[in-house]
Structure formats: structure tokens, C-alpha cells
């Protein structure tokens, strides 16, 4: 495999400009180790999550609309990895084709805090197979809604984000979902 991976740069005015950037190091490892030593049925689930309490009770579609705004403000989360004969490239995908999973499910009321962990791992795990390296889908994200409020998990290939950014990004997802008018 290749030390580097080759990104198109997104602009409205041209898709053809490329940059080669460097792998990261989970990249590099990921594609080492997990594609090349035949561990291929990892390569779905090399995620990590995050969830968020909202505070307040949000609309899907409003939890729709600031995730879109998320994914446009971070272009690492726009990259689609797509295999050219033995080696991986990688493309930001313009904002028009991003391709991520919303889910929303509704926490059953009278649920003792043991079943509602259960309940909610359990929902978060058809989030987590939803994501699909294959086709793009490195991106879901699950919505949670009880009585009151709405709570927020959202899950990304390793792929896109590692833990340091994470933080970053989890706060300025926070920040969108706060500034929004809906």
C-alpha cells in the first residue's frame, strides 16, 4: 500500500484539484492491519461513538438539518475511501452527495435504568452496523427521544475522526444545535 492518499479538493468552482496528504496513523494502521491481514469484516465496524443529552426535546428534522450544517463545516467528515486496484483513495464528497444514517426511536416510558442501558445499547448497535465502508456511509447517528428530552448518539467510522478531534467536533456540533432557530 501507498504511504499517502490522494483527497479531490471540493469547491463550487472545480472538482478536479487534488492534494496528497499523508496518512494518519489510524488510517496507515487501518489499512495495514485490518484490510491487508485478512481481518476485511472489521473494516465496517472501526467506529466510535458519542452521546449527547440535548437538554430539550429537538424535531428529527431539526436534528437532520444541524447534522447536515456538522458535516459541511468538517470536511474529514465528507471523505469517502474508495479502493483503485490495490490501493485506497480517498475524496471529499461534495455537500450535495453526503451520504449519513439518522435514526430515531422513541425510549419506552417506565423503563428501569438498567433497561433503559440496555435499550439504548441496543439501538446504538443498528446504528453502528449501518455504517458501511464499502458505500460511504462512515456517519449515523441515532436520536433518542423520551418525554422531555432528546438525546443525541452519534457515531463515525475511525476512518474520519480520532478522539482529540472528537472533542473538538462534539463541541461545535453542540454549538450548531444551540445557534439554530427552528
Not at 5 to 13: E, I, K
Not at 118 to 123: A, D, L
Not at 162 to 168: A, N, P, T
Request: aromatic share 14%.
Amino acid at each position: 500500500l501507498n504511504t499517502c492518499w490522494m483527497v479531490d479538493v471540493y469547491s463550487s468552482f472545480d472538482f478536479t484539484r487534488y492534494l496528497i496528504l499523508s496518512w494518519t496513523p489510524i488510517q496507515h494502521f487501518f489499512f495495514k492491519d485490518i484490510l491487508i491481514s485478512g481481518e476485511e469484516g472489521k473494516k465496517h465496524f472501526y467506529n466510535q461513538s458519542f452521546l449527547l443529552d440535548l437538554g430539550e426535546k429537538y424535531s428529527v428534522t431539526f436534528i437532520e438539518y444541524c447534522l447536515y450544517d456538522f458535516i459541511c463545516h468538517h470536511d474529514s467528515l465528507r471523505i469517502k475511501f474508495e479502493k483503485e486496484g490495490e490501493n485506497y483513495f480517498a475524496r471529499y464528497q461534495p455537500p450535495a452527495t453526503i451520504l449519513f444514517r439518522l435514526h430515531e426511536t422513541t425510549i419506552p416510558v417506565n423503563l428501569s435504568e438498567s433497561n433503559r442501558e440496555h435499550f439504548i445499547s441496543k439501538e446504538s448497535e443498528k446504528v453502528k452496523k449501518s455504517l458501511h465502508f464499502s458505500d460511504g456511509t462512515l456517519l449515523g447517528a441515532l436520536l433518542l427521544q423520551d418525554e422531555t428530552k432528546s438525546t443525541l448518539l452519534i457515531t463515525c467510522h475511525h476512518l474520519l475522526v480520532d478522539l482529540v478531534s472528537w472533542r473538538i467536533m462534539i463541541d461545535d456540533l453542540n454549538a450548531i444545535i444551540k445557534s439554530k432557530i427552528w
